[in-house]
């Protein structure tokens, strides 16, 4: 399901023993800029939460947050960010657990955010991720994301993420339609900033049906 090895969670264990590579100290840009300009509704999942700036950054804008990971040292370490961030201006929680079944994780969610779970899975785990969400998520609600839109082809990196493919897997056909879709770059501690995608995806509401294709 992801190229993380036979056992992911011990993987992203090990990077939390020192500083993770991806963790920036803020929300990656060109995702705070899309949440900004589309402000999500409701209560806000984080999947795959990493040490919790961008819940923490939601949550300082009236956003009530659950941020979810399955890396207990990241979510230690997302709880201390959260108590000495200040400003709070809704409830912030992170849990530990696994944000591959987000609608385990509570129903009626009005958005989920993701910044960088999404790319970790290959084609069949994004295919359940994305049925999960469509569960997980209200009438209306908001799937955003941001990828990687390069392929490494290493062991451990993410996978490519293309416009194409968001536009098939969260089309109107399966309820879904692309709110918005647009380039970004992924930052990093180590290394230059790599091309990225990012998206906001809609729950099409059941008294706005997507048009039937032709
Ligand atoms: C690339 S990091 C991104 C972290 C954070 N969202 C950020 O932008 O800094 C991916 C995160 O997903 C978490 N993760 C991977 N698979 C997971 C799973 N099945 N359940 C919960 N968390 C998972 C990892 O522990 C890691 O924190």
């Known amino acids: ?7 992911p969670r011990a993987f992203f264990d090990t990077i939390y023993e020192g500083e993770a590579p991806w963790d920036i100290g803020a929300p990656q840009p060109g995702l705070a800029r899309l949440l900004e300009e589309l402000p ?19 949550a300082q804008r009236g956003h009530p947050v659950l941020g979810v990971d399955f890396a207990e040292a990241a979510v ?21 657990g696994d944000a591959t079944r987000p609608a385990q994780l509570g129903r009626g969610f009005g958005a989920v955010v993701d910044s960088g779970f999404y790319h ?25 994301l941001q990828a990687f839109a390069l392929e490494f082809e290493m062991e451990n990196t993410p996978m490519q993420v ?10 109107p056909g399966r309820g879904w339609q692309v709110v918005a879709v647009r380039e970004a770059e ?3 501690r180590v290394a230059p900033p790599v091309p990225a ?6 729950r ?3 008294d706005r049906p997507a048009p039937r294709p032709a």
């Open 162 to 171: 293309s416009e194409a493919e968001l536009r098939t897997r969260f089309g």
């Open 40 to 58: 999500p509704e409701g209560r806000v999942l984080d999947l795959g939460c990493g040490t919790g700036d961008l819940a923490i950054w939601l």
């Open 186 to 188: 992924f930052l990093s």
């Open 204 to 206: 099409v509401t059941p």
């Open 1 to 7: 399901m992801s190229r993380f090895g036979p056992d």
């Open 76 to 96: 230690v370490e997302a709880r201390a960010r959260a108590a000495r961030a200040g400003s709070l201006r809704a409830p912030l929680e992170f849990e530990v």
């Open 120 to 144: 970790l899975f290959d084609e069949a785990g994004r295919e359940a991720l994305a049925a999960e969400l469509a569960l997980a998520l209200a009438p209306g609600g908001r799937y955003y």
């Open 197 to 202: 995608i990012a998206a906001c995806l809609g």
